[in-house]
């Protein structure tokens, strides 16, 4: 297994414009997370999937923001109309119940 | 509901001791630690899950005091590939989810 990949690594993007990031977890894990993280601070918790289900979602995600994880696989998270304020590097993360996070490398997103 | 992480910064020369605290309002099922070096994701150090546990991974060892909501990171003898931000991911009881602390910056000198 080569962990958890993300894609694509790098993202610019027009304000107004839709995005869409993906996620490949390492295959034995049933958990996968999305989070957001900006310069100096932490991850900041997005949302979360147990297999296909969205168990939890950030009151702080727009509507703007959709994920999906069909089949209980692959992720992709969608950002509509972007903003100025969206740029962010978003981070997928995968594990077991109550396991160690795995991350991805992430996607760094930047809105012009 | 963020923890607090103290200090948010500190300077080292190889071979010292550092001491990283996570601090959380929240009754925690567990607390990770993660260390993430610049423009690279998180990367696991180890998990607590019972109170007063304590977890050692080599020369970085972390205790988590459940009644206080609290753990911390113990880093003897640094070494220079120990620099980096180290995060506390904790889990309340009442989520499945982790909650990443404010972060601490660690640099390791010659």
């Known amino acids: 297994d080569t962990g958890v990949s993300q894609d694509p690594r790098h993202k610019i993007t027009k304000r107004g414009q839709n995005v869409t990031f993906r996620c490949d977890p390492i295959s034995e894990h049933n958990r996968l997370y999305w989070y957001r993280q900006t310069l100096g601070q932490g991850p900041e918790f997005l949302t979360y999937f147990q297999n296909e289900a969205q168990l939890e979602k950030s009151r702080l995600l727009s509507d703007r923001f959709s994920a999906e994880r069909p089949k209980g696989s692959f992720s992709t998270l969608e950002i509509q109309r972007t903003e100025q304020g969206d740029s962010a590097m978003y981070l997928c993360a995968s594990s077991l119940e109550q396991g160690s996070y795995t991350f991805g490398s992430g996607t760094r997103l930047t809105v012009v | 509901q963020q923890p607090v992480q103290s200090p948010q910064a500190v300077i080292l020369r190889e071979g010292e001791d550092a001491v990283i605290n996570c601090s959380s309002s929240?009754?925690?099922?567990?607390v990770h630690w993660y260390r993430q070096k610049h423009g690279e994701a998180p990367v696991f150090l180890m998990i607590l899950l019972k109170g007063g546990e304590q977890k050692g991974h080599e020369k970085i060892s972390a205790s988590f005091n459940e009644k206080k909501q609290q753990s911390s990171l113990y880093l003897t003898a640094s070494q220079l590939s120990y620099s980096g931000t180290y995060f506390c991911g904790t889990e309340p009881w009442d989520t499945d989810k982790l909650i990443f602390g404010t972060g601490t910056r660690l640099q390791v000198f010659p």
């Open positions: 929240k009754a925690l099922y567990s």
